[in-house]
């Protein structure tokens, strides 16, 4: 499962947000107002800061889009 970690709540996160539903993956998003910079964790990566998520995010759909194209992961 994702979690992001996001010290307020904002556009970026609503974003995330949108594009994990999009995806139908598992998330969880998680307000931990000590926080500096948002952080995304899935077992053992931790990925942190807005830019560095949204290229996270870039590459999973990516991968998921692979998977499910036609032909491939079933």
């Not at 994990?20 to 800061?49: C, F, H, N, T, W």
């Not at 759909?61 to 998977?67: E, G």
């Amino acid at each position: 499962m994702i979690t992001i970690y996001y010290p307020e709540y904002d556009k970026e996160v609503e974003s995330w947000e949108s594009q994990l539903r999009e995806m139908v993956v598992a998330y969880r998003l998680q307000a931990s107002p000590e926080l500096v910079e948002p952080e995304l964790r899935e077992q053992d990566k931790v990925i942190a800061g807005t830019d560095a998520i949204a290229a996270y995010l870039k590459k999973l759909r990516q991968d998921v889009d692979d998977w499910r194209a036609p032909g491939c992961g079933v």
